[in-house]
């Protein structure tokens, strides 16, 4: 007997499993909806003004502004990079609404580097319920987009905001399972030392988010 | 890398004696209860939150096999390659062997506690193998020489003070300062080129997801992607108890973990890893492995069911008295605190183990404060009556129960051996405390004894002293 065998055999005589799966399916579920019953109420009518709550709260600790239009985003990165003391040239992640922009003064075609100082990205949907920027990994998102850049300006579509984690596990349902899926919820951080917040340890130190219409 | 010597008594003392020690416990576990506490306090509904998060995990394990065969399938069908292994042993040879069919000569690792348990970084060093601790609590104990103490905080033993002595000693560049933020940003200068170097990436998972085939991690510093990311090969190791039914699911777990570790909602990245890179990906590993591991596990399906529940989140360490007290190293094991003495007699045999689920107070802390609601005290109550069952248990401490059961099942007796102790042992008490006592000793040199009233409970009772 393979080690496959002897796991499987090991735990068929541990639990004798009955059931079809539709029924296993339709338990998940109940599962499901019993842990909902549990969930504190939130303010679902303005997504937007729950996202910057959630993302802008001290334990997040990301940094939002809001435009009206995507084409705003220019000006928004050189209000940053001006605030910030940035080079006027970054990374740009590779989604084709980002490329079109008129970026005027700016230099967005660096290309991304270990030390990058700033990275401008979009997400392909937000959670309000936890602030959290969703990427889904592919030729216009790569992963390290995320993780490298010492500053990462994201821009998030107001309609792309989804209420709770759960609506996205049924919004993710629908769509191809990619290499990687990102959850960012604020710049990175770590308490390994004295359970004391750092931020800035392997990710991000600043994550700044603009949410457009 | 040295793991803890001596026998559980050798390093209890050793650890009582440690006032670092006993500061450095406290600053983390006081740092994590206070938030934890805060984040309960925002979910009214937390404690029917915990029943629910222990139903969806009991359903995944009712239904075991069911989606361990739908992870499998899915997985393969993202391209990744999936391994099983019955023991540490064989979990440790299928790493080994696939670094060294990648040609790898670094390899870097994202925190795990199976990779711990299997003894991985062990058998990577006896390979040959370059090994790079990326998560920073890992990266200090790596410099240090020493195995995590923790489960969430591997370096919780360690005061800031500690960690600036061992990057001063070891990073290529000092860190400019010795607060905490300077030495995050020194580890993150002097481990950024391995991230690239490493021809292999090592992660573990948070939870196995049935219906899609991918693995997600719960981090926060952003050194599992980097981990992952960029080397040409991936492999996980996992318990096979991390499996869960969906998406959904794990997300839902994930909101009672991340709460129980340190009071945040999410930490930074909730990550799901799925395949190696797709044709037109841009990053990524070319291969993807997933190793399966058993130890034990499908042998605790029958004999500790809800243990397999555990979502690895470290509050019952945080909130249990003992813990504070001897820190991680003392019991020896790869997980320490409450769940680490249930976990450990399964993992190493309970002959060699058996003081640890003695090492408790049974007050019931970890199981309150567990998100999945396992009946911890019940099942250290468990090992020990097997291991006195078992004949573990050394003669004297049976004489000593013995005795005391002779006299406890005698009120007469007993009331009257209370009237002489009580007097006697009020001449040992200073300012309302006892805190030293003949032929205790070993019990009051770590602890006061509260100084007994003059009279016992029943006496008060006779005479009509109710107030």
Known sequence: MNAREAIFAAINKARTESGASAAIAAEAQACSEAMKRTLPALDLSDLAALFTARAGAEKVGATLERVAALGELPAA?????????????????????????????????????????LAVGIALCGVAETGSLVFHSGSEAPTLYEFLPLHHLVALDAQSLLPRLEDYAVFARDLAVPRNVNLVTGASGTTDIEGVLARGAHGPGRLHIVIFN | MSAPAGTFHDRV???????????????????????????????????????AAAAIKDHALAHMAYYLEMFERNALASGAQVHWARDPDEARRIVVEICKAAGAKTVTRSKSMLGEEIGLPHALAEAGLRRVETDLAEHIIQLAGETPSHIIWPAAHRTREDVAKLFDQYHREKPPAHDVVSMVGSARKELRADFFAAEVGISGANFLVAETGAICTITNEGNAELTTTPPRVHIVTAGIEKIVAST???????????????GAD????????????????????????????????????????????CLRCGACLNHCVV???????????????????????????????????????????????????????????????????????????????????????????????QTFALPAMRLFAKAGWISSLPLASGWTAHRDFPKPPRQTFLTMIRKGNRS
Request: hydrophobic fraction near 40%; include cysteine; aromatic fraction near 8%.
């Open chain 2, 13 to 51: 003392e050793k650890a009582l004696h440690d006032p670092q020690l006993k500061i450095a416990l406290e600053r983390t576990t006081g740092n994590a209860r206070r938030k934890r506490a805060a984040a309960v306090e925002a979910w009214p509904e937390f404690s029917a939150a915990r029943a």
């Open chain 1, 77 to 117: 990165v050189a209000r940053y990079v001006a605030a910030n003391n940035l080079a006027p040239d970054f990374a740009v992640q590779p989604d084709p609404r980002l490329r079109q922009l008129d970026w005027g003064a700016l230099r967005p075609g660096a290309p991304l580097r270990p030390d990058s100082a």
């Open chain 2, 266 to 309: 999410l930490t930074q990245y909730t990550t799901f890893h799925s395949g190696p890179k797709r044709a037109a990906d841009r990053d990524g590993p070319e291969q993807f492995h997933i190793v399966l591991v058993d130890h034990e596990r499908t042998k605790m399906l029958s004999e500790l069911p809800e243990m397999l529940r």
């Open chain 2, 323 to 417: 813990y504070r007290a001897i820190g991680g190293h003392a019991y020896g094991g790869a997980y320490p605190g409450p769940m680490g003495s249930v976990l450990t007699p399964a993992f190493d045999g309970l002959q060699q183990t058996r003081d640890l689920p003695s090492a408790c107070t049974l007050n019931g802390q970890c199981k309150q404060v567990c998100p999945v609601d396992i009946p911890l005290p019940t099942m250290l109550r468990h090992w020990r009556s097997r291991s006195w069952r078992a004949g573990y248990e050394p003669k004297i401490a049976g004489a000593a129960i013995s005795i005391w059961a002779f006299v406890a099942a005698r009120p007469a007796l007993y009331q009257l051996a």
């Open chain 2, 248 to 262: 959904e699911h794990a997300l839902q777990l994930t909101r009672l973990l991340v709460r129980s570790a340190t």
